[in-house]
Each structure stands twice: as C-alpha cells, then as structure tokens.
C-alpha cells in the first residue's frame, strides 16, 4: 500500500510528511463550484470527496487521502482572492471578527471511504491598512481561503487565537486523518 495525496497544495504537502514521508501526489481536476450551494460542512465534504475519487481510479490498491478547506463568516463563504484588490476586502471584512475555518477530508482504500470534517474557530486581531497592505503585498494570501495564512501570524499578526485544531486551519488536520487512516486500513 502507497500513500497517494490528492492535493497540489504546498502547505498539504509538508503536513503530510507527519503522516508518511513516501507518498505521491496525484491531483484529477474537478469542477468545485457545484459544492458552494451546499452548506459548508456540506460543501467541504462533497468536494474533498470528489477530489479522492477522481484519485482513487488511478490508484485502487493504495490509500487516497484528499482534502478541501473554506473560510467561513457569517454564514458566507469566503474563498480564494481573486486578486489584490480582492484580498484587501476579504481582510477587512475578516478584520476583529471570529470566524470558522473547516477542512473536509475523504480517505479511499480497498473500496472503503471515511469522510469527515473539521472546524476550527479563528479570531482576528483588528487589522489597520498598513498592516494589510504589507502582508498583500508579500505575496502571500494570494493563494489561500479566506486571503490569510496562519502560518503567516509571526511575520503578520493578524490572528489573535484560534479554537481547535492549529493544522485544520492550515488546511489538513493531521490528528483526525491519522485516526482515521488507522480505522481504515484495519
């Protein structure tokens, strides 16, 4: 059995190494803007879901591990900027708020499926323009749900705390898809 990561993501990649450091990557597009109707528990699941099948069929003999991770305020959800001037709104409207972080997760092996879902609670500092300014301008939340990193938070102090898991907000939590990969290959 390989371990098979369905995810370009870099930030995926580094957390997968305290899972198993000989893995693969395998990536199958899907369409994900067909889950955002749902509710985000809903919508999380559904493509991380989607994101491990498309996987799966290249790969039947090994364990897919696939994910999908939404920004979450008020009840909107808040993707990828789309440029700049896009991050700067998101961050703003973020800005002394708390809002909820989830990742869902699909793992796939020998035709069994565990889904799941993580939410993590994130509240931000208040954020001034300057301190905004700078941390677009680095590049940085260009990429990223919600046009934030968290592992950001020492250059950039945007978050004041967090309530669960510190890796969901990265966007893989680590503990809940260890667990389950154990209940899995049993």
Do not use: C, W
Not at 25 to 30: H, L, P, T, W
Not at 42 to 69: C, F, H, M, Q
Not at 72 to 89: F, Q, S
Request: charged share 30%; no cysteine.
């Amino acid at each position: 059995m390989r371990y098979i990561l369905a995810s370009k993501s870099p930030r995926r990649k580094d957390l997968m190494n305290s899972i198993s450091s000989d893995f693969l990557i395998a990536i199958e597009d899907i369409d994900e803007s067909i889950s955002y109707k749902l509710d985000p528990v809903s919508a999380v699941k559904d493509i991380a879901k989607r994101k491990g099948e498309a996987v799966y069929k290249s790969y039947p003999n090994d364990l897919v591990i696939s994910a999908d991770t939404i920004v979450v305020l008020e009840k909107e959800i808040i993707g990828k900027p789309k440029d700049k001037i896009d991050a700067k709104k998101i961050l703003r409207k973020l800005s002394n708020k708390t809002h909820q972080v989830y990742t869902g997760y699909a793992i796939h092996y020998l035709d069994k499926l565990i889904v799941g879902v993580v939410k993590t609670d994130v509240i931000f500092n208040e954020l001034n323009d300057e301190l905004i300014d700078k941390y677009i301008e680095s590049g940085s939340p260009l990429d990223k749900a919600g046009a934030y990193g968290i592992q950001d938070n020492d250059k950039f102090p945007i978050i004041k705390n967090i309530i669960g898991s510190y890796d969901n907000v990265v966007g893989f939590p680590v503990k809940e898809i260890k667990e389950k990969i154990e209940e899995i290959v049993k």
